[in-house]
């Protein structure tokens, strides 16, 4: 088997080839953090607050971790990016917000992208539900709009999530309808289908940052997924950072199981110093950052001296 290192410098095209081998990849990379990632890189333009060169740099981010991805051969990523909870920031920042999500679908640099890339881009979730009667209510019709011109598009797919945090009675209703028009239930991949626009596969990876947690893949969690936290912001994501994932992905976590019945007893010593010395070590537990109040996870596992060759 290829070691991490050799790995981590292969050129991009090999890692490509690498994945595609392995079969197709649906990744969901939620971007959290923002604005602590602006403030962090951008402090001299923050000025009386988050606006027009938040959105932009933001915006800019975006569009290269997408390219980063789809070069390393993810064809498919989902981006939850606005969830219910969220409006409860008050209206100034539903607004700033809703103004990033118009520029997914309207922005100059976003339509060049798809294009150039040939990126077909929808949007799911329950947003024409929230907008409704607000003075967003036109924001699907937009998303509407940038489904229409890159539907063409056959390289990769990328999938905006927007109020996708409680898909339940829109699944329902979705099967009702199918029920009501076909006299029988819809099967779960025609539910995904009527649900995201098109046929999805599974979940192969989740890469999220802060509190464990996984979320808005509706339909497509498996308990298969591999999942994955970032400690930055994900907007500081790298190419080392996606490399090292792919790596444990096809390979850390795909090696066959031992068989018990030929350890030997010095593998089973190994195995045992390893389980003692982090028998109270939990990963997710975290604490809160005493200036800034944000949570960090503490370094868990202690590694018994030449555990890993």
Same mark, same amino acid.
């Given at each position: 088997m290829i070691d991490l290192q050799t790995f981590r410098n292969l050129p991009t095209e090999e890692i490509a080839r690498l994945?595609?081998?392995?079969?197709?990849?649906?990744?969901?990379?939620? =971007?959290?953090?923002?604005r602590?990632? !602006?403030?962090?890189?951008?402090?001299?333009?923050?000025?009386?607050? $988050? @606006?027009?060169?938040?959105?932009?740099?933001?915006?800019?981010?975006? =569009?290269?971790?997408?390219?980063?991805? !789809?070069?390393?051969?993810?064809?498919?990523?989902?981006?939850?990016? $606005? @969830?219910a909870e969220l409006l409860g920031r008050g209206e100034d920042y539903t607004q700033m917000a809703v103004e990033g999500l118009t520029r997914l679908a309207t922005h100059p640099?976003?339509?060049?992208?798809?294009?150039?890339?040939?990126?077909?881009?929808?949007?799911?979730g329950d947003y024409r539900k929230h907008f409704a009667g607000t003075p967003y209510a036109h924001v699907p019709d937009l998303f509407d709009a940038v489904t229409a011109r890159t539907l063409q598009h056959d390289r990769y797919r990328l999938f905006f999530g927007v109020f996708a945090d409680d898909a339940a009675e829109t699944i329902a209703e979705l099967g009702i309808r199918y029920h009501r028009e076909r006299g029988c239930a819809?099967?779960?991949e025609r539910l995904i289908e009527m649900y995201y626009g098109e046929p999805v596969p599974p979940v192969s990876l989740f890469i999220g940052f802060g509190p464990f947690s996984a979320f808005d893949m509706p339909l497509l969690a498996t308990g298969n997924e591999d999942l994955y936290f970032t400690v930055s912001p994900s907007l500081y994501f790298t190419e080392r950072q996606l490399?090292?994932?792919?790596?444990?992905?096809?390979?850390a976590r795909r090696e066959e199981a031992d068989d018990y019945r030929a350890l030997q007893p010095e593998d089973w010593a190994s195995m045992r110093a390893f389980y003692q010395a982090n028998r109270e070590r939990t990963l997710g537990v975290g604490v809160r950052q005493r200036r800034g109040g944000y949570w960090v996870p503490l370094p868990q596992v202690e590694l018994p001296a030449g555990f890993v060759e």
């Open positions: 994945v595609r081998q392995d079969g197709p990849k649906v990744c969901v990379f939620p =971007i959290n953090g923002t602590r990632w !602006f403030a962090l890189e951008y402090a001299s333009q923050i000025g009386q607050g $988050f @606006g027009v060169d938040y959105i932009e740099e933001a915006g800019r981010r975006h =569009i290269e971790l997408c390219r980063l991805f !789809f070069q390393h051969s993810i064809d498919t990523l989902l981006m939850p990016m $606005f @969830g640099d976003f339509l060049h992208f798809y294009e150039v890339c040939g990126v077909r881009v929808r949007f799911y819809p099967t779960k490399r090292d994932i792919l790596y444990d992905h096809l390979y």
